[in-house]
């Protein structure tokens, strides 16, 4: 196999003109430059300098090799420069499960402003339910997973990146839309859409009307968020679902308004403890924890 030092040293005495130049830019004798040649030459079974009045003269043979060395040295160079780059975090994959309402929302948004400074980073998005997620992560498919409700995670690791509630959704020109708050006793008797109650909102959500002395009926329930936005208009109704969706801009005649009493959203990063986080994850997390926070300012906390 060819030792790639003495290509090398052949391509910089061809560059250099000579062995001593080559030797100075090397940091190596003139006798090891010579050394160096002679072993090439061997190797290759092709005479490679011919000395023509005392100067040192490429043959044929080594004028016909030299394209093949540049390449070679074209793309060592680019390895060198793609690990550089994954060093610094720069360059690399980063694959990703959440939860559609996340997918299409917050992490949408966090992908578009990494890519933009971080050109040579590429994504595989997976939108899939909660217990698929949690699936994803722990068989180390992904490098992270994203969920916006608690889940049994077994041994990964859980790391709340933003806080947020659940809203109410309705189509602007409704009456109660002119309501900042809104509660069970005022949503009494509307159309409600939301989760099920085998669902951890859900059933919270069936607490709070019952704890209020109001009825719980809802009109439509989904285990989609997008399917809940989706069946607002045709139903003439309200969803008390998480305001995620909302922040993608994808329903402009929609708008969110507080529901009290305040049930709390916490949307959280999972990763398998065993599968090493590369710098250019780590990055993206913070990306995505930023952009979180900025997303959910538009329904500022209020304490109980």
């Not at 002679?38 to 005392?54: D, I, N, P």
């Not at 394209?67 to 990703?96: C, K």
């Not at 339910?129 to 041994?155: C, F, K, W």
Request: one cysteine or more; glycine letters at 4%.
């Amino acid at each position: 196999m060819l030792n790639l030092r003495h290509l090398e040293v052949f391509r910089t005495v061809v560059k250099a003109g000579s062995v001593s130049a080559a030797g100075r830019m090397l940091y190596i004798s003139q006798p090891a430059v010579t050394k160096t040649l002679h072993l090439l030459e061997s190797e290759l079974g092709l005479t490679l300098f011919l000395r023509v009045r005392g100067r040192l003269v490429c043959t044929p043979e080594a004028e016909a090799l030299m394209p093949e060395v540049e390449r070679l040295f074209g793309s060592v160079a680019s390895v060198q420069h793609a690990a550089s780059q994954i060093r610094q975090g720069l360059r690399g994959r980063i694959t990703i499960a959440a939860v559609s309402t996340l997918a299409m929302s917050v992490v949408a948004r966090a992908v578009g402003r990494f890519a933009q400074s971080h050109p040579e980073v590429t994504f595989d998005v997976r939108a899939l339910p909660t217990r698929h997620v949690v699936e994803y992560v722990h068989n180390s498919q992904v490098d992270m997973g994203i969920l916006d409700v608690s889940a049994p995670t077994g041994t990964l690791e859980v790391e709340e990146f933003c806080a947020s509630e659940v809203g109410c959704l309705l189509h602007r020109d409704h009456p109660l839309a002119r309501h900042r708050v809104l509660t069970p006793k005022l949503l009494q008797g509307q159309p409600l859409i939301s989760f099920a109650d085998d669902t951890l909102t859900g059933w919270r959500l069936r607490e709070a009307f019952r704890q209020a002395g109001v009825d719980y009926e809802t009109r439509l329930v989904s285990n989609s968020t997008v399917t809940c936005y989706a069946m607002i208009e045709p139903l003439q109704a309200i969803a008390l679902v998480d305001p995620f969706t909302l922040m993608s801009q994808a329903w402009p005649n929609l708008v969110l308004r507080r529901f009290r009493p305040l049930l709390d959203i916490r949307p959280r990063f999972l990763f398998q403890r065993e599968r090493p986080r590369p710098l250019v994850v780590q990055l993206f997390t913070n990306q995505l924890r930023e952009v979180a926070q900025e997303m959910t300012a538009i329904v500022p906390r209020r304490p109980r």
